[in-house]
């Protein structure tokens, strides 16, 4: 257990659809990064937030947006969805340094 | 822009040593990272090398060449647990990331 938790472990939902992801990082940790993996590929980082700012951003669509609240947790919205974004969404958290990053278990994104 | 190479896939039989080999094109370049991830699981923090050299952490260990632009994994004493898929991270100074495609190792009895 990373101590990185993410909701809801499974979600289906159909093209056109509005889904938000959420992420609570490990105690003490202030970064929270947003990775998508798709069947068989490998991780695509999308957005890293510190301490409630954006801090990067990768290949993250126009179509999602995240944020970071007060309390650290994350959300990632995403929305007018496409068969495309089916995918496992992972969030992973880290110290200032971001050397080691722990990530959670993952949503499964399913798209219909 | 950012590119990384790892081999697709390698087997080897228990006990046996492996290395993943991860070269790297990118500007800013900060650290390398390795993780591991078994089917349908997280990825799991493996070694960090930001400086030339090897880091050693149990069976695993870690190379980094900056001049090269060259890393790997090493792998000793493989054990079925070590099946899984192995990616290379290029962390960059402004804090962007990009992984590997993975290399999915076999290990047979």
């Known amino acids: 257990d990373s101590g990185v938790t993410q909701t809801p472990k499974h979600l289906i939902t159909a093209t056109g659809q509005r889904v938000t992801l959420r992420c609570s990082p490990r105690?003490?940790?202030?970064?929270v990064y947003w990775y998508q993996q798709s069947l068989d590929q490998g991780l695509q980082f999308l957005i890293h937030?510190?301490?409630?700012?954006?801090?990067a951003k990768g290949n993250i669509l126009e179509r999602f947006s995240a944020q970071q609240f007060p309390d650290l947790h994350s959300e990632l919205n995403l929305s007018s969805l496409e068969l495309g974004d089916s995918a496992l969404y992972f969030c992973?958290?880290?110290?200032?340094?971001?050397?080691?990053?722990?990530f959670g278990p993952g949503t499964r994104l399913l798209v219909l | 822009g950012q590119s990384l190479e790892q081999p697709s896939e390698v087997t080897a039989v228990e006990g046996a040593i492996v290395q993943i080999n991860c070269t790297y094109q990118?500007?800013?370049?900060?650290?390398l990272s390795w993780y591991q991830q078994h089917d349908g699981g997280a990825p799991t923090f493996l070694s960090y090398?930001?400086?030339?050299g090897l880091e050693e952490t149990g069976r695993f260990s870690s190379f980094l060449s900056r001049s090269d632009s060259y890393g790997y994994l090493l792998l000793q004493e493989l054990q079925m647990k070590d099946s899984a898929s192995y990616f290379c991270?290029?962390?960059?100074?402004?804090?962007?990331?990009?992984f590997g495609a993975g290399t999915t190792v076999t290990v047979r009895a």
């Open positions: 990118t500007s800013g370049f900060y650290g």
């Open positions: 992973a958290s880290s110290g200032q340094g971001g050397e080691t990053q722990y």
């Open positions: 937030y510190y301490n409630g700012e954006e801090r």
């Open positions: 991270a290029v962390r960059r100074d402004d804090y962007k990331l990009s």
């Open positions: 090398n930001a400086l030339d």
């Open positions: 105690s003490g940790d202030l970064s």
